[in-house]
């Protein structure tokens, strides 16, 4: 579904992302991995239009989408779960929900996929009139992920849904990822957390200093030489 390749992205004449190339099949859930600092989110950025790249492809189901506008991409039928959640603090929930359905005109089809929403997350219908400012962290990450369903993507990707969560929430945090792939969505993951990362994906990549230090199967990353090596520094 997503091919990238040969991916550079820079800042100024500061090089994040250096000659990244991975896939993300069809139906799959794939991990992208490593330390602050190492292009994770630049990634997502680049792959949502936010940022543009200096050089390299992204295509996604067989199309070129590098240098497209966000809404553009959104069209496409990518959209983004952004890291640290950012929902609009003083909107309701419903408004926010609302507002991942900015780019479709299809009323009946996004008062559906409301209803849907709110059937995976019953907390947020209970909540759909607060501020989405007041509720708890895995609330809030709730609204975000419902607020990318909005869009009706095909390809989902979620910037570090476990981050800052208790570690009672990031079990059914670990439950949402699969109960989306069951859905039919696939999922570029990029996380800190190694454990939910080999919980949920099938193949993972493994960021360092802005390129690929590890590929592989995410089963058994947690004792993998190389992964202790590139990810963990020993």
């Known amino acids: 579904m997503l091919d990238i390749r040969h991916l ?76 640290g959640r950012e ?15 900015a780019t479709r005109r299809d009323w009946p089809g996004i008062r559906s996929d409301l209803d ?29 992920i419902g607020r990318a369903l909005m869009a009706r993507p095909r390809c989902l990707l979620m910037d570090e849904p476990s981050a800052g969560l208790a570690p009672s929430i ?12 069951r859905r039919g969505l696939t999922i570029l993951l990029v996380e800190q957390n190694i454990g939910v990362a080999a919980a949920v994906a099938e193949h993972a990549h493994i960021l360092q200093g802005g390129e690929i230090a590890f590929s592989g199967p995410a089963a058994g990353l947690i004792d993998n030489p190389a992964v202790l090596r590139s990810y963990l520094g020993r």
């Open 8 to 83: 550079k992205v820079a800042y100024g004449i500061t090089e994040v992302l250096r000659d990244v190339s991975f896939q993300v099949p069809t139906g799959s859930i794939v991990a992208l991995l490593g330390g602050n600092g190492s292009g994770k989110t630049t990634m997502l950025n680049t792959l949502t239009g936010l940022v543009r790249p200096v050089a390299g492809s992204i295509t996604f189901e067989g199309k070129e989408c590098a240098g497209l506008a966000p809404d553009g991409i959104v069209r496409r039928g990518i959209a983004q779960v952004p890291q």
């Open 87 to 101: 929902v609009w603090p003083t909107m309701s929930v419903h408004d926010n929900l609302e507002l991942g359905a």
């Open 116 to 144: 849907d929403v709110y059937a995976m997350f019953p907390k947020l219908k209970v909540h759909k009139r607060r501020h989405a400012g007041s509720l708890s962290g895995g609330e809030q990450q709730m609204v975000a």
């Open 170 to 181: 990031v079990g059914d945090m670990v439950d949402t990822i699969l109960a989306l792939n």
